[in-house]
């Protein structure tokens, strides 16, 4: 099946630096979500993206939709330590069906 | 908006019980919901797709007689795990999806049901 590859798998940063990160896909989507995840809870909605291009900022964050639409970014700014949790983006593959694809996550662990 | 609801958000119980999942979307109707279920330090794993009115659709490898899935309103979704075995322990995330397009991509979740089969 259609897979996303998401890079890094963990980070280690300290708190005040940004973050990248970023999903790929061998084939073109027509969505792009990015989802947070803290320990025991369901993923959170961080931003949606439905259009080549496209460059969404939600506070801290920002996110992009590429222009190839095969790829699409994260960036955190300034981070703090509630920003600690797994990252995941996911897609709807052009053509495909309802499902999404999700990518395997970056872990981000922050240091005060 | 877009939220969505699980209950329980915790549930042990004893081998061969079965176990009922509630995913509800509080403030918008969801035209299809979907169950996944997550191993530890994994990423989600889909189980089936639910469409108000018709039976669910199921990934390859699930067993639809073990979870069956009801989806009897726009707002409501059950997975019932029956005959629950150690194995079933695990954490179940529903999602749920509505609106008008592009937006219908978009899957909101809820908060997970952690399930162990003593």
């Known amino acids: 099946g259609q897979q996303l590859n998401q890079s890094p798998q963990s980070m280690f940063i300290q708190e005040g630096e940004d973050v990248s990160m970023n999903c790929t896909s061998s084939?073109?989507?027509?969505?792009w979500l990015w989802y947070k995840q803290d320990p025991g809870e369901g993923p959170v909605l961080l931003i949606a993206?439905?259009?080549?291009?496209e460059l969404t900022s939600n506070g801290r964050l920002t996110a992009q939709f590429g222009i190839t639409r095969k790829d699409s970014f994260l960036n955190i700014s300034a981070s703090i330590p509630s920003d600690v949790g797994i990252y995941f983006c996911?897609?709807?593959?052009?053509?495909?069906?309802?499902?999404?694809?999700f990518g395997k996550g970056t872990k981000l662990t922050v240091n005060p | 908006g877009a939220v969505v609801s699980q209950h329980p958000s915790w549930v042990i119980c004893k081998s061969g019980t079965s176990v009922k999942i509630e995913c509800r979307s509080l403030?918008?109707?969801?035209?299809?919901m979907f169950w996944y279920r997550q191993f530890p330090k994994q990423s989600l794993m889909l189980m089936a797709t639910?469409?108000?009115?018709?039976?669910?659709?199921?990934e390859q490898g699930v067993e639809k007689d073990k979870f069956l899935i009801n989806h009897a309103s726009l707002t409501l979704s059950t997975l019932t795990v029956t005959s629950a075995h150690p194995e079933d322990s695990s954490f179940y995330i529903c999602?749920?999806?509505?609106?008008?397009?592009?937006?219908?991509?978009?899957?909101?979740f809820g908060p997970g049901t952690r399930l162990t089969v003593l």
């Open positions: 084939s073109i989507f027509n969505t």
């Open positions: 993206l439905y259009k080549a291009g």
């Open positions: 999602s749920a999806r509505g609106g008008a397009r592009p937006s219908t991509d978009t899957q909101y």
């Open positions: 639910s469409n108000e009115g018709s039976k669910a659709t199921y």
């Open positions: 403030d918008f109707q969801a035209t299809t």
């Open positions: 996911a897609g709807r593959p052009q053509g495909g069906s309802e499902k999404l694809v």
